[in-house]
């Protein structure tokens, strides 16, 4: 799928996570009014605590869905996003705590899967992008943070992170991220960009690897009134095992311990399909 030509550049969310997704501000890649700019992989610290509520678009090789997602914010390494369908019907939600464990719920299939590092983890679309870095995703920022070979000049700016992954991205004269895209063999295999035509403030993410592309932008932000509540698992919920993707970039995939039936319970996006197909 080529990018639209107001579009073009990166996002993954996943969102697919669900899309998936893992972003975009009602105002710029990130916050336009934002007291101050950290650097591009950094969520300011006045981002928290606050919660957000995204419309999302996803066009890929399962189809074309619409779905809402809502981010609760309430630090670095502490969030929760929940995805609902149109009619408002929760669908899946992901919790992630200051510890670094987590835990996915399938709220079409019954099914939960336990996550013991969040650090360690990954998740689609990006699908070496570990799950606590989802929120730098969503809200603008550069996925990754730069381990080796960091370089900058005259807004651009390209690293490699801990993993060997080339970066690269234009920020503008206020330092907000404009646009990234991460690089294998020379070429760009997925980007992101922050829309100037058409919906002021949609953020757009391509992946070219996989014929994916998200569209989303937030409606509606506030300050977070409580502390995210502790993980629960329903009672009536069974048991996944999660695996991350292979070498290949392979969808993760969990499998549902009573029945033995494989179950995508780390791919929101099917989820999402799956339930309003």
């Known amino acids: 799928m080529k990018p639209r030509r ?38 300011p610290d006045d981002a928290f605590p ?6 999302i678009h996803y066009e890929g090789p399962e189809g074309e869905l619409s779905f809402r997602l809502t981010l609760y914010l309430e630090s670095r390494h502490s969030f929760r996003m929940d995805a609902s369908d149109t009619l408002g019907r929760k669908v899946w939600s992901l919790i992630v705590a200051d510890g670094g464990e987590g835990l996915w719920l399938d709220h079409r299939e019954d099914l939960y899967c336990a996550i013991e590092s969040a650090e360690q983890q990954s998740f689609v679309p990006i699908a070496y992008l570990p799950l606590i870095h989802l929120p730098r995703l969503i809200l603008g920022r550069m996925p990754a943070e730069p381990y080796d070979d960091l370089r900058r000049g005259e807004g651009l700016i390209s690293y490699q992170d801990r993993s060997g992954q080339l970066w690269s991205g234009r920020l503008d004269a206020n330092g907000r991220v404009q646009w990234w895209s991460l690089v294998e063999g020379g070429a760009a295999v997925a980007w992101w960009r922050l829309e100037e035509e058409g919906d002021e403030g949609s953020q757009v993410f391509v992946d070219s690897r996989r014929g994916q592309e998200v569209r989303w932008i937030e409606q509606v932000r506030e300050t977070l009134a409580q502390p995210i509540p502790s993980a629960e698992i329903p009672r009536n919920y069974d048991s996944a095992s999660c695996t991350a993707p292979s070498d290949e970039g392979q969808i993760p995939s969990g499998s549902r311990t009573s029945s033995g039936a494989v179950q995508d319970v780390s791919d929101p996006l099917r989820t999402l399909i799956r339930g309003d197909g």
């Open 50 to 55: 606050t919660q957000r509520l995204f419309r």
């Open 6 to 43: 107001s579009t073009a550049t990166i996002l993954a969310f996943c969102l697919a996570v669900g899309v998936a997704l893992s972003a975009c501000v009602s105002g710029t890649g990130f916050l336009p009014g934002a007291s101050r700019v950290d650097e591009p992989w950094q969520i």
